[in-house]
């Protein structure tokens, strides 16, 4: 009877570790400059750099932070608008294209930057500036925001500031 008793004990405590271990979640990196985090704050001491399609499990879910571990065992803290539950179609590499992350984007910088603005680069745009009546002085300022080019080091204190996205409290 014991040996039955201690056999089922068992099987509960195997049971107990499987089972959540099979049902993990799993989500991945979809942000550049994804950092995981020591705690659920973007203040915190960054453990490791992750690359857009980075495999994570989930292991907690706190507010607007998972408590992730990576494949090669590293455990921290992800702030969810880094990560998808679906991977990437293709992992971005540093091909030029500003969506290469987003999931289903099949739009190039190039088309981007044209659907934005009304420089004339390509004739639709430039036939439907004229079309709408755009003035001049509107197609320059317009290129002149575009010229701007902001690093990731300056979002990010942008970002801190503003008490946006991971740095919300």
Avoid: H
Avoid at 36 to 50: C, E, F, I, M, P
């Amino acid at each position: 009877m014991k040996k039955v008793l201690l056999f089922v004990v068992f099987l509960t405590m195997v049971g107990l570790y499987v089972v959540p271990v099979c049902g993990a979640e799993s989500l991945w990196v979809t942000s550049e400059g994804a950092k995981l985090k020591a705690d659920s704050s973007a203040s915190s001491r960054t453990v490791s750099n992750l690359v857009i399609g980075t495999k994570l499990t989930v292991l907690e879910s706190q507010s607007r932070w998972y408590r992730v571990q990576t494949v090669s065992g590293e455990e921290g803290w992800i702030y969810r608008g880094k990560v998808s539950d679906a991977p990437p179609e293709k992992e971005a590499e540093d091909t030029g294209n500003l969506f290469a992350g987003l999931q289903g984007s099949n739009i190039s910088a190039d088309e981007a930057q044209t659907s934005r603005s009304i420089r004339g680069l390509s004739k639709e745009t430039e036939q439907y500036a004229k079309k709408q009546g755009t003035p001049k002085a509107y197609q320059e300022a317009l290129d002149q925001v575009l010229a701007i080019r902001v690093t990731p080091q300056e979002i990010d204190v942008f970002l801190r500031n503003g008490k946006i996205g991971e740095y919300a409290q």
